[in-house]
């Protein structure tokens, strides 16, 4: 049999995901046994080759071309995992989800106090950027995710349990200290 | 205006718990709360800025900014847009030049909506400066805005007439109508005032909570608390100082039977708030009334005067050494929450109208810690006809589990929309017959309120009382042209988003949550999954700390349990999934700010 695909991906996020999943430690050598890795910045596959059978993403929906790669990685998936705070609620990146994007431009690029030299007054908007969403949606509502995976970032132990649990078939384990609150 | 706040400050004596009448009267004498009096209060009632402004910002009739000299607070209930709302709306909009939320720029004019005003039976209605306007049409809004701009006090304003009964004494003078289509034992005005307190006099107050235990009466607010038993629980209980407070806040949309019982039989009801007090032994009593009733307020306090003129109310009532009891009035200012009895408790306190965490119920712990009974309006006023007529004859009425009678609002599609007094124990059919329903074109009744049930006609045979469906007294009849999702589902759901006090994250959340899945509905993105997830979620607000929030998804889930076939009609059958996203819709807003065109 066939080992298992990986795809992953980061959106609207830091990378702080993809830093725990390198927490993971030495066990990169036994997931590399265990699966195969597609479209990645771990193996900077840029575009999917085949389909995969796992996607993990990483941060939340900003922008027109997140929403894009959420939907490619959909299509190209059979299981999507939202990873981390930002996926599953749209994290830091969302606190601007309660002000007008007008607003948030004009602070940015207009009228912020480290803005210097913007003479001209420009907003960018040159067309090969992505458009920004009217606010910052958790992946969930854009596509289907089929699990959650909480944590800023999720514990590499959580990451290296789920992936097992996803690849081997078996439930995962969860005991009190994982999902107890605070 | 610095002094006007000192003197009103000093007029309720620099009390803390008297916040809330403070901020009622500058509100009414400056239009709204300024900074300066927020910090004059702080100072003077040893209070933080924020504890001031928390009061403040929970109540929607209170307001941190400037409204207009004119405020017209327009009911958006579901009834008022079965009646023809939304061109009332948009004629108030025309004429103004504003928008809902907005004061016109010669700051004279303030265009707001409120949450039902308790004239289900006459809507859409409006509350300017305090006083009601009925029955409004886009016609009549042009008289009353013609009336505005020629600087006419809302007491002189133009008016066809005043409405029945007790609405057109000089001391209402309200175009508001009684609408009393049907009397039973406890509207028939047969007794003369301070009978019953004659009477109780004689007797010690464990026989009078004998006599109203006897009666089997129960709490006429909805939740059906023995009255008896309330009474001894708190008559038990010990504290230096016990309280009677009469919950007269109805605010559960489509209910408006305590309004009636204010207007026509207040004399009844204080002397229901007597007898509990002597039962209970509670020297003090408040008369919690919505704000929305405000008109109501100096023929109250004239009747008040009256009965301690009598002394019915006062020392030594009705000459028993050591019979004391006042009562005094309190707004509130427009929250749904107060109508709760330990919310009703914090606010009559000066706070937030917070529900409290029980127990300590308020039995034990209520009003300023002290052992305090809240009642029903209706209550109180049978529990009057109890003492002078006997618990045996209150029980010979209505059925074994539901004593007595109950007092309905009915109103929606109907002929007769008004109050009906009926013994338990009528049907759902009955009612309609009875308010000139046309039954081949009900499509549904919603009994209790929101808070309540949405019942379809397989169901109508079913008995109002305790045992099967419960109601603090409000039905809704919608006809079969109604869309019971978008203009009622919709409406109620909205009006407890809107009404959540925001202490429970269920009841802060959830409801918008559920929202969110019936615009989707609606807007034909829905899927089969959506209605389960509903039916699912909604079940968390049962974590909620009191029955607002627990009760905050019933148009939702009622409705799919009655009308799941509305839902169905309106899913994607050939999709199992649909987030509901529209990249289209959600980049439209950054390209308008960067003049960009979209591409998809």
């Known amino acids: 049999m066939s080992k298992p695909i990986l795809a992953t991906t980061s959106l609207a996020g830091c990378f702080g995901c993809h830093m725990s999943i390198l927490d993971i430690d030495e066990r990169i050598l036994e997931l590399i046994e265990l699966v195969e890795f597609n479209k990645s910045p771990i193996d900077d596959i840029k575009k999917f080759t085949k389909k995969c059978d796992i996607g993990l993403i990483e941060g939340g929906c900003c922008n027109s071309e997140n929403v894009h790669v959420l939907k490619d990685f959909r299509e190209n998936c059979k299981i999507l995992v939202s990873l981390g705070e930002c996926a599953i609620m749209g994290g830091l990146p969302a606190m601007r989800n309660g002000i007008p994007i007008k607003e948030c431009l004009e602070e940015a690029y207009l009228n912020g106090p ?23 949606y958790p992946c969930h509502e854009v596509v289907k995710i089929d699990y959650h995976l909480p944590g800023c970032p999720p514990r590499a132990d959580l990451i290296w349990e789920a992936l097992v649990a996803l690849v081997t078939g078996d439930e995962m384990k969860m005991p009190y200290e994982v999902i107890k609150f605070d | 205006m610095k002094t006007a706040t000192i003197k009103i400050i000093e007029k309720y004596k620099k009390d803390k718990t008297r916040l809330m009448d403070i901020l009622i009267d500058i509100q009414s004498e400056i239009g709204y709360i300024p900074p300066h009096a927020v910090s004059q209060i702080a100072e003077e009632l040893h209070m933080s800025e924020v504890d001031v402004e928390q009061t403040i910002s929970f109540y929607h009739f209170f307001s941190l900014k400037p409204t207009g000299k004119y405020n017209i607070y327009l009911n958006n209930s579901a009834v008022a847009t079965m009646m023809g709302r939304a061109e009332v709306a948009a004629t108030f909009e025309k004429e103004l030049g504003i928008k809902f939320g907005q004061v016109t720029a010669d700051g004279m004019i303030g265009l707001f909506e409120t949450s039902c005003i308790g004239m289900n039976d006459q809507e859409p209605a409006a509350i300017i400066n305090n006083l009601i306007f009925t029955k409004l049409t886009p016609f009549r809004v042009k008289e009353i805005i013609r009336d505005i701009r020629e600087g006419k006090r809302v007491e002189d304003m133009f008016y066809a007439s005043y409405g029945d009964g007790k609405n057109a004494t000089e001391l209402i003078k309200s175009v508001v109508s009684n609408n009393i289509r049907k009397i039973g034992p406890i509207l028939e005005k047969k007794n003369k005032p301070g009978e019953a307190i004659k009477k109780i006099i004689k007797m010690s107050p464990t026989e009078v909570i004998d006599e109203v235990k006897k009666s089997g009466i129960r709490g006429r607010g909805g939740a059906g608390f023995p009255t008896g038993l309330k009474w001894e629980f708190c008559r038990m209980a010990p504290g230096e100082k016990k309280y009677i407070l009469c919950n007269a806040d109805e605010g559960e949309p489509g209910t408006f039977k305590d309004r009636v019982i204010l207007t026509e039989l207040p004399r009844l009801l204080f002397e229901g708030m007597v007898i509990a007090g002597y039962a209970v032994g509670a020297t003090e009593g408040i008369l919690y009334i919505r704000y929305e009733y405000k008109y109501l307020g100096q023929y109250l306090e004239d009747i008040l005067d009256k009965a301690r003129e009598k002394n019915y109310l006062g020392k030594n009532i009705g000459g028993k050494k050591g019979f004391d009891f006042d009562i005094r009035i309190q707004y509130g200012a427009g929250a749904y929450v107060c109508g709760e009895e330990s919310a009703l408790i914090e606010s009559a306190e000066g706070k937030r109208g917070e529900p409290r965490d029980r127990p300590p119920f308020p039995v034990e712990k209520g009003y ?45 599609d109907c002929r007769y929309p008004g109050v009906y007094e009926v013994v338990w124990g009528f049907s759902v059919n009955d009612i309609l017959d009875m308010a ?10 919603q009994v209790g309120g929101p808070s309540g049930a949405i019942i379809a006609p397989n169901e109508f045979n079913r008995i109002l009382g305790y045992e099967d469906l419960s109601t603090g007294g409000s039905l809704i009849i919608f006809g079969n042209h109604r869309d019971i999702l978008a203009d009622v589902v919709m409406n109620f759901t909205e009006f407890f988003i809107e009404e959540s006090c925001g202490s429970c994250s269920t009841c802060r959340i959830v409801p ?89």
């Open chain 1, 114 to 136: 480290t803005v210097v030299g913007n003479t001209t007054g420009i907003i960018p908007n040159d067309p090969e950027l992505p458009m920004l969403l009217d606010k910052v």
């Open chain 2, 436 to 445: 000139g329903a046309t039954k081949s074109d009900v499509q549904a009744v």
């Open chain 2, 368 to 412: 300023l810690d002290m052992p305090t009974v809240v009642n029903n309006v209706e209550t109180l006023c049978s529990v009057v006809k109890v003492i002078l007529n006997g618990g045996e004859w209150y029980k010979s009425f209505g059925t074994t589990e539901s004593t007595g009678t109950k007092l309905l609002s009915i109103s929606g």
């Open chain 2, 512 to 600: 918008s949550i559920l929202k969110k899945k019936l615009e989707k509905i609606l807007n034909a993105r829905g899927v089969m999954q959506d209605i389960d997830d509903m039916v699912e979620w909604g079940k968390i607000l049962r974590a909620s700390r009191c029955g607002l929030g627990q009760t905050a998804a019933n148009p939702i889930l009622s409705s799919i349990k009655n009308f799941r076939h509305l839902y169905e009609e309106k899913i994607q059958k050939n999709k199992s999934f649909d987030s509901g996203f529209d990249l289209n819709a959600a980049v439209k807003e950054s390209c308008e700010a960067t003049g960009r065109v979209p591409y998809i």
